[in-house]
């Protein structure tokens, strides 16, 4: 009880300590916001991304261009075996005659097809994807089109396919943004507490000579910065929250002109909570590791 | 109390070694009062430097209250320095807290219990006389008040070894026979005393044992006065 008021007092006193220098308090942690704020930011554009090329996805067609030795009943067979296979949603079938009268009417050349003695279409079965997964088309599509019959499998998508790759090496780059900021945090967080370190460093050496542990020493600064990336981390979530709602307007109107209700959305409390906690922990580190360098400067035994 | 077997302490400054103690012995019997003088540089600081374990001997033996302080691992130290009243010539106050916090220090440090730690700061301010200046700052007292505050904090967790490091060193003659009648007065209440100085007039006036240093060698010992 006595310990964790104890804890209690030096988080409060870090917190008056804060409080008494807003300026210096308000330029830290204003970088260390921004910086968490930039990946941060970036993921949460990417999860949308994702979300929206996921419902592309869903609606993900390919087409199978039969062979002209396909009877109608055999087509028919065919659609009924590939609806049997996991990934896929539906099979429509459309005859040679009904391909070339929808040709006649979209294209505009019906006169020309007119002048045919036959009918140059093939018939096809438009396969409609139930993949959630981009990698799995790759698969699916051998698979179709090495079954009998079938002269042309063309994945209506393959776009998709490219965009999907594309995010995943922009999530790399997120990855590797955060990895580094993350580092930035540490650094800027450390280099702050080494200097308040070195700052007090007279009360520091008083402390040891009258009997405090090193744990008694540190433990004002690790709270310090423990609270400088937990406030960051916040501010941080703030300022994404706050450009995502800048950006929601124009986007729902570009979604709109798409005939879309697609709207951003944030990173929501879960992950937001999240990301103050990461900047709780990369302060604690950071103050941590700067803390113990610079007591070992000042050692008393 | 404290106990020296041999002691030297040895610094390494360049090509040449600095020899600040040079094979020093000497025991100090519980509830005695004991000055150490020399000129400066004599290895008086060094001393209380080694029995505060601000540093270790370079060579010998050094017990303080039957503690080993050669052995005595590092986790330990803060621990032992709570068992130890310790008087700087500079006071070494923090100058941003009053006087209270200042002398409230090694409790709150100690982890002594909340209830306990204005009854225990104020007895301390009483002891020297500056009960009325707790909510002051530092700065806004005398020379002489200011040392005062140093050893309330010195006392402030009852030990039963005081040391203290040239504690009148910047005070006048008056001021000085204050400071030292302080001591004097914890000595009679059954502390241990050590006290480093060159005020010869003071160490005479209180006839007590005198230990003398040159050049880090233990020159003379009057030895214990009852």
Known sequence: ?301 | MIQLNHVSKRYLSGPSDYVALRDVSFTVAKGEMLFVTGHSGAGKSTLLRLLTLIERPTRGQLLVQNKNLERLARWRVPYYRRELGVVFQDNKLLTDRSVFDNVALPLVAGGVSHREIPKRVRAALDLVGLLSKEKLHPIVLSGGEQQRVGIARAVVNRPPLLLADEPTGNLDRQLSGTIFDLFHDFNQHGVTVLIATHDLYQVERLGKRVLTLKAGELVHDTGAVA
């Not at chain 1, 140059?120 to 079954?147: D, I, S």
């Not at chain 1, 790759?165 to 967080?189: M, Y």
């Open chain 1, 1 to 301: 009880m006595n310990y964790l008021l104890r804890h209690v007092q030096v988080l409060l006193a870090t917190l008056g300590q804060m409080a008494r220098a807003p300026l210096a308090t308000l330029l830290t942690l204003t970088v260390i916001g921004i910086t968490l704020a930039l990946p941060s930011g970036l993921y949460v554009m990417l999860d949308n991304l994702q979300r929206l090329s996921a419902g592309w996805d869903r609606g993900a067609q390919a087409s199978l261009f039969l062979k002209r030795t396909v009877t109608e009943a055999g087509a028919h067979k065919l659609a009924q075996q590939i609806r049997t296979l996991s990934a896929v949603a539906s099979v429509d079938y459309i005859s040679r005659e009904a391909a070339l009268s929808e040709f006649k009417k979209q294209s505009g050349f019906g006169s020309v097809l007119n002048a045919l003695d036959s009918n140059p279409l093939p018939a096809v079965l438009v396969v409609h994807l139930a993949v959630e997964n981009p990698a799995a088309v790759e698969p699916l599509m051998a698979t179709l089109a090495g079954l009998p019959g079938v002269e042309l499998a063309q994945l209506d998508i393959e776009w998709l396919q490219r965009l999907a790759a594309l995010l995943q090496l922009a999530e790399r780059v997120v990855a590797i943004l955060a990895t580094l900021l993350s580092l930035a945090v540490l650094l800027i967080i450390g280099n702050t507490i080494r200097l308040a370190v070195v700052n007090r460093q007279t009360e520091i050496e008083i402390i040891q000579l009258v009997g405090g542990t090193p744990g008694f020493v540190r433990r004002p600064f690790l709270y310090s910065g423990l609270l400088q990336g937990l406030l960051g981390g916040l501010l941080a979530w703030l300022l994404v929250e706050a450009s995502l709602l800048l950006l929601s307007g124009p986007t729902r109107e570009l979604a709109g002109l798409y005939g879309s209700n697609f709207a951003l959305i944030g990173l929501g409390a879960d992950q937001g909570v999240s990301l103050a906690l990461a900047g709780g922990l990369l302060g604690w580190i950071g103050s941590r590791l700067a803390v113990g360098w610079q007591l070992r400067q000042i050692a008393l035994h």
